[in-house]
């Protein structure tokens, strides 16, 4: 798009799979790349950054939701201007104080054995890779999709020391308050609307054959999220 600013896209994966595709199974074949161009026509969409790591199974979730996401992943890698960033999905086994708290004889507190998962890295890279871009000069304006408080930082020091414009593509249609503080140049809401308007084709030839959409995200269902057991922070 001639004279247009050239915008670059940093996409959290599970705050957007929690917060807009959860609960819309027949939106999660998303080209990424094309939501962004129907939510930003007025820019040129340089490169989308998105960042996720491979979910592994988790005992009492769906065991098909890794291959899902597999799918989904290597349909998502032959996007042009699509990058994939990974960080490390983690099922830890921890003792932790029960809640409300409660003590012991002993005056410590009562915990009780827990499973904690969680995604490690992702964020942190996301927030690099923002910031050196910026500086790089490559874009006008970074847009973080995500309504996670902990990229304030990276946007603020992107337009602080880049001199780029910053925007949200919120995810809810409630922005976390810390972002909106920022007083973002650009805000954007993710709908299902858009999403549906932005599925990638029902089948994808790759370098490794053909990779098709899940058949249980054709219709809604109840089935478990392919980034079982991830909450949005």
């Given at each position: 798009m001639t004279g247009a600013?050239?915008?670059?896209?940093?996409?959290?994966?599970?705050?957007?799979?929690r917060r807009a595709l959860e609960q819309r199974p027949e939106c999660r074949w998303l080209d990424v790349r094309r939501l962004c161009e129907?939510?930003?026509?007025d820019f040129e969409v340089v490169h989308v950054r998105y960042f996720t790591a491979y979910v592994k199974f988790v005992e009492g979730e769906d065991p098909a939701s890794p291959a899902r996401q597999r799918a989904y992943l290597?349909?998502?890698a032959t996007v042009p201007g699509v990058s994939?960033?990974?960080?490390?999905?983690?099922?830890?086994?921890?003792?932790?104080?029960?809640?409300?708290?409660?003590?012991?004889?002993?005056?410590?507190?009562?915990?009780v054995r827990v499973r904690k998962i969680e995604e490690k890295g992702s964020d942190v890279s996301l927030a690099a890779h923002l910031?050196?871009?910026?500086?790089?000069?490559?874009?006008?304006?970074?847009?973080?999709?995500?309504?996670?408080s902990d990229f304030v930082d990276a946007l603020r020091l992107a337009r602080e020391r880049a001199d780029v414009e910053?925007?949200?593509?919120?995810?809810?249609?409630?922005?976390?308050?810390?972002?909106?503080a920022l007083a973002p140049d650009h805000v954007r809401?993710?709908?299902?609307?858009?999403?549906?308007?932005?599925?990638?084709?029902?089948?994808?030839?790759?370098?490794?054959?053909?990779?098709?959409?899940?058949?249980?995200?054709?219709?809604?269902?109840?089935?478990?999220?392919?980034?079982?057991?991830?909450?949005?922070?």
């Amino acid at each position: 798009m001639t004279g247009a600013k050239r915008a670059g896209i940093y996409i959290d994966g599970f705050n957007l799979y929690r917060r807009a595709l959860e609960q819309r199974p027949e939106c999660r074949w998303l080209d990424v790349r094309r939501l962004c161009e129907l939510l930003l026509p007025d820019f040129e969409v340089v490169h989308v950054r998105y960042f996720t790591a491979y979910v592994k199974f988790v005992e009492g979730e769906d065991p098909a939701s890794p291959a899902r996401q597999r799918a989904y992943l290597r349909a998502l890698a032959t996007v042009p201007g699509v990058s994939l960033h990974f960080g490390t999905f983690r099922s830890d086994r921890r003792w932790m104080a029960v809640s409300p708290l409660e003590l012991q004889a002993d005056g410590s507190p009562r915990t009780v054995r827990v499973r904690k998962i969680e995604e490690k890295g992702s964020d942190v890279s996301l927030a690099a890779h923002l910031v050196c871009d910026a500086m790089s000069g490559s874009v006008d304006a970074v847009f973080v999709l995500s309504n996670d408080s902990d990229f304030v930082d990276a946007l603020r020091l992107a337009r602080e020391r880049a001199d780029v414009e910053i925007g949200l593509i919120s995810p809810t249609a409630a922005p976390a308050r810390s972002l909106l503080a920022l007083a973002p140049d650009h805000v954007r809401h993710v709908r299902a609307a858009s999403m549906l308007a932005a599925q990638l084709p029902e089948r994808i030839v790759d370098a490794h054959g053909t990779v098709t959409r899940p058949k249980r995200w054709v219709v809604r269902s109840t089935e478990a999220p392919p980034e079982a057991g991830l909450r949005a922070r």
